[in-house]
């Protein structure tokens, strides 16, 4: 069993530690929006999907603890510090989609919810509105929750019987409130019989493929090899590999992905190979607001997490390095966006439309 990514207890958020994974399973207590964001900032927890999940409860401790006022305290005043609080936890990591998305439907169903509330607000007024929030809150992660699941129905649809797949990043359990997104359809497929064997990359510089998805799959008691992100190449033209699955962090509207560094390489290595290459991802993972991955946002992390591996340096600790934390692979290499809603192939702007009214 993959431990609880969260527990929601008396008002206080503990978040499970995914740095110390494998070593140690530890929590740790967000019981202020701040912790919360600086959870999200420091890849506590990490994965598009959890970081939308994490925001809705950020948003929600961020309201529990309002100082009870000692005089009456305003609409106004309210408003103020949810507008602080969205932007605190915005600030948090640009990239991943959910993270924005999750913030601001909590951010504007505060709004509409005291929309009808008088100027001056009584303590019922802001227990109403935490009530409220709270409800929200776990509205979205059971969203997520049933999302994983349908996205690895409709993965299920596209993949060989007894298939050999190629997986990035760590896009399972730990990612999600579910399943997972691309883990979770070879979770799904392995029990199906659809997968029979997975080479997870290690996914450089924060090793989430080593150290989250190796452990998911041993956990899972799902046949597997780890690789290198270098042997990937290797791997495709010596073994028989039936396909690639990674997630998404945001997707623009043309279906150009932004995902973990390095999922631009594979993709164009598995055209070069001829293997289907599959992006499983919420539909909410699309941004209506972009026309292509030229303006994602890309991460530029501390380049101290490119020479150093946990607390060693595996470089002169002086060496200058660079760290974008993702890339986009552009729409005509992917093969299908997978997402709850149903398939997206071949990618474009035209296909991706018409799911939305599904
Ligand atoms: O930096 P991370 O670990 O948050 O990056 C995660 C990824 O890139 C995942 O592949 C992506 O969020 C899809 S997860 C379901």
Avoid at 63 to 77: D, G
Avoid at 101 to 116: C, G, K, Q, V, Y
Wanted: proline share 5%; hydrophobic share 40%.
């Amino acid at each position: 069993m993959i431990p609880e990514r969260f527990i929601y207890r008396d008002e206080s958020l503990y978040i499970l530690d995914q740095r110390k994974i494998p070593d140690k399973i530890v929590y740790f207590k967000a019981d202020t929006l701040d912790k919360v964001s600086k959870s999200i900032k420091d890849m506590m927890v990490r994965g598009a999907p959890l970081i939308g999940d994490t925001a809705a409860l950020g948003y929600l401790i961020g309201i529990v603890h309002i100082k009870k006022p000692k005089k009456k305290i305003t609409k106004s005043e309210i408003i103020r510090i949810l507008k602080k609080n969205s932007d605190i936890l915005k600030s948090s990591r640009p990239t991943a989609l959910p993270l924005f998305t999750a913030t601001d439907r909590m951010h504007s169903r505060a709004i509409s919810m005291l929309e009808n509330k008088p100027d001056i607000l009584s303590e019922k007024d802001i227990d109403d509105l935490k009530k409220y929030l709270k409800k929200e809150a776990f509205e979205i992660i059971k969203e997520d929750i049933s999302s994983t699941q349908k996205m690895a129905e409709y993965g299920l649809r596209l993949l060989k019987l007894g298939s050999t797949v190629i997986t990035y990043c760590n896009t399972g359990a730990l990612a999600t409130a579910g399943i997972g997104t691309a883990l979770g359809v070879i979770t799904e497929g392995y029990k199906k019989g659809m997968i029979k064997f997975v080479y997870p990359s290690e996914t450089r510089p924060y090793l989430q493929g080593a150290r989250l998805t190796s452990w998911e799959l041993l956990k899972n008691k799902i046949p597997f090899k780890l690789i290198c992100d270098n042997m990937a190449a290797w791997i495709m033209k010596t073994e028989k590999i039936d396909a690639v699955l990674v997630g998404a962090d945001r997707i623009a509207s043309n279906g150009d992905t932004a995902n973990k560094i390095g999922s631009y390489s594979l993709a164009i290595l598995a055209k070069h190979h001829n293997i289907p290459f599959y992006v499983v991802a919420p539909y909410e993972t699309i941004d209506w607001s972009i026309s292509s991955g030229n303006d994602i946002k890309i991460e530029e992390r501390d380049p101290v997490e490119v020479i150093k591996i946990k607390d060693k340096f595996i470089a002169y600790p002086d060496v200058k390095a660079r760290h974008p934390a993702f890339d986009v692979t552009p729409s005509k290499l992917i093969t299908a966006i997978i997402t709850e809603k149903g398939i997206i192939s071949p990618v474009s702007k035209k296909n991706i439309i018409k799911l939305n009214s599904f």
